[in-house]
């Protein structure tokens, strides 16, 4: 054998070599921290046997609206900021309840009851509550009622309570 022809196989052995070798540390990490993750996942995962009931938790959507409702004039002011705020501290501190402001607001149609021709166009914020436990849920419609209606000088104030299940029933409705 020619010593150009071996010394170029060595040399493709080596460059394959070098490159082969920073994959299989990684493959080795990667084991390594995949059984890292799994120990983690044993030791804060909490057996099914303590965990409650998904059933007895809900999530609730208060829609606050951003106008108030027309006075005399039939004017709807401007609703500030600053209540939905002082709103989602509150059911923090009363219900230990976190929340999220939903930045989006949802645009909704309703008729003053009694009165024909009267649909008032509304712009709501969501206040959205996650794992509230049922009895929770009472006292937040409770809160809502006598306190958010006042607030937010309201006929009425539209809340969602979502259940928590694993399985959603979804329909399509046709002709």
Request: one cysteine or more; charged letters at 35%.
């Amino acid at each position: 054998m020619n010593k150009k022809f071996l010394k170029a196989v060595l040399f493709k052995a080596i460059i394959f070599m070098a490159l082969l070798l920073p994959f299989t540390d990684s493959m080795a990490y990667s084991d390594s921290a995949r059984e890292k993750i799994g120990a983690l996942k044993e030791k804060f995962e909490i057996p099914r046997a303590d965990k409650q009931d998904d059933q007895d938790y809900c999530t609730v959507l208060i829609m606050l609206p951003t106008r108030y409702n027309p006075d005399e004039k039939g004017e709807c002011r401007q609703i500030p900021l600053t209540d939905v705020q002082k709103t989602a501290v509150e059911i923090f501190e009363k219900f230990d309840q976190y929340s999220t402001i939903d930045p989006f607001p949802k645009i909704g149609l309703w008729k003053r009851s009694g009165i024909i021709n009267d649909v008032i166009e509304e712009i709501n914020v969501t206040l959205e509550l996650d794992k509230v436990s049922m009895k929770k849920k009472d006292q937040l419609l409770k809160y809502c009622r006598d306190v958010l209606l006042e607030r937010f000088k309201q006929e009425a104030i539209h809340v969602r309570i979502i259940p928590n299940k694993k399985h959603y029933d979804v329909m399509i409705v046709t002709k």
